[in-house]
């Protein structure tokens, strides 16, 4: 897939909320997600229609999740289907995070 050439259109996301053209985010966590998916994006590693069906298929999946649980939901999933690594290895990373995450000192950076 070749690189974009502009700016995702981000009214193409189901249920983003933006405030005028930025998108609003309630975490740190969700702006890193949402970096990470542009990114991606920006690497020419699945298109922004191709994102949109994946995250419109995760919203109406049925799971009670917020929206960006979602979104990484869909982003996962996504990279999973492209093979730039499997669910195994988010698994992995994500228990690996946690771990490292019960040991580390209140106010410290985690390391993995």
């Not at 690189?3 to 005028?20: A, F, I, N, Q, Y």
């Not at 990484?72 to 771990?99: C, F, G, M, P, Y």
């Amino acid at each position: 897939m070749s690189k974009p050439e502009s700016r995702p259109d981000l009214r193409l996301l189901p249920d983003m909320v933006l405030d005028g053209e930025e998108p609003v985010f309630s975490e740190p966590w969700e702006a890193q997600a949402f970096a990470l998916t542009v990114s991606l994006y920006d690497k020419g590693l699945f298109g922004w229609d191709e994102w949109a069906a994946s995250l419109s298929a995760e919203i109406h999946s049925g799971e009670e999740r917020s929206y960006y649980r979602h979104w990484l939901v869909a982003l996962e999933n996504l990279v999973a289907a492209k093979q730039l690594t499997s669910l195994q290895d988010i698994e992995d990373r994500e228990k690996a995070w946690h771990a490292a995450a019960a040991r580390t000192p209140h106010g410290e950076p985690i390391e993995l």
